[in-house]
Structure formats: structure tokens, C-alpha cells
């Protein structure tokens, strides 16, 4: 069974070219978007929950 590790990032919402930008940086190291919060802060950020196997970068 896979075991994961959790990480809860602040990411630049409104802009496609930026919030890619910030998503693609993180699939680099692995971690795959689960979810975003729903709630844009004042500063254009939105909460993101990501994933990644405990082992992904151990190869």
C-alpha cells in the first residue's frame, strides 16, 4: 500500500499563466494537486492540498 506525504501550499489564482506556473514548479517535485480551498484571499492566493508517495524523490 502507498503511503503519502501532505503538503498545504498558498498558490497565485486569477491569472492561468501564473497559477500554472506555481502548479507545474510543484509537479516538478512530485506533488500532484488534489484540491484547491475555494476561498481567494486579498493578495489573488488560494489554498492548494497536494499529495506525493513518501518514496517519490528516493529514486
Known amino acids: 500500500m502507498t503511503s503519502w506525504e501532505y503538503e498545504i501550499r498558498s498558490i497565485r489564482f486569477g491569472e492561468w499563466s501564473l497559477t500554472k506556473e506555481d502548479l507545474n514548479e510543484l509537479?516538478?517535485?512530485?506533488?500532484?494537486?488534489?484540491?484547491?480551498?475555494?476561498?481567494?484571499?486579498?493578495?489573488?492566493?488560494?489554498?492548494?492540498?497536494?499529495?506525493?508517495?513518501?518514496d517519490c524523490l528516493e529514486t
Do not use: T, Y
Not at 475555494?38 to 513518501?54: E, S, T
Open 27 to 54: 509537479g516538478v517535485d512530485g506533488w500532484e494537486l488534489v484540491k484547491f480551498s475555494g476561498d481567494i484571499d486579498d493578495n489573488g492566493m488560494m489554498k492548494a492540498f497536494f499529495k506525493r508517495p513518501l
